[in-house]
């Protein structure tokens, strides 16, 4: 379980706060499709950072296996992100001149596994996206949905206990979208934690907890009882 407790973030601008989130609290369970709902500005992405170890919170604790990251070191931080946390985003960040298979093992390869297991892995992650017979196709020959799931399957080769998703559909048309929040919601039947940012609202019913937030606020937080 991911537990953020009272959790804030202020920004410095010069003379100026922006205060992006002002006290939420969450518990995020594996198993669970978590999804963040809220108007731009409203914090998600500061929430996803936070929850995801990509920023610290200015005040309040996010625990995860009975330890407080907050107080982890930057190094540490990294670490946790790197062994136990999948990152997927509205650009799907792939690397231009590496073909889908490269691009899904390169994690492996920065963290010094060998270039033959890193292949073979990355193999069975674009399976599990559907993706196998695209594995030699670099990006721009390649659909954004196709882009998208490359992306999920690079996310996925850590064997990270937790996915985290920013707008993931954002550029996708809603049939392609529908079936990228697909797949992101069978990892959660998978045990692990999975939470998306998403400004679709036809999620909401796909989701078993529903947050909405508002101007650093939860404004309503809905547990759903999903019929699968
Ligand atoms: N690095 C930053 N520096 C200053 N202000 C920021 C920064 N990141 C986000 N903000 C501000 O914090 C608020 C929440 O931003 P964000 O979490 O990106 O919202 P959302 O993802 O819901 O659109 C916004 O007012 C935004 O302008
Ligand atoms: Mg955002």
Known sequence: MLSLHDVQ???EMGETQVHALRGVSLQLLPTQFSV???HSGSGKSTLLHVAGCLDVPTAGTVEY???DLTTLTSRERADVRSS???FVFQK?????NLTALENVGLPLLLRGKSAKYASARARQALDLVGLADRKNHRPSKLSGGEQQRVAIARSLINE??????????GNLDTGTGERILDLLRGLADDDKIVLV?????DIAGMADLLVTLRD???AAQQSLEVVR
């Open 9 to 11: 973030k202020t920004y």
């Open 36 to 38: 963040i709902m809220g």
């Open 65 to 67: 296996k009975g330890r």
């Open 84 to 86: 136990e946390i999948g």
């Open 92 to 96: 799907y960040n792939l690397v231009g």
């Open 160 to 169: 990270p206990a937790m996915i985290l998703a920013d707008e993931p559909t």
């Open 197 to 201: 940012v998403t400004h679709n609202p």
């Open 216 to 218: 650093g606020r939860i």
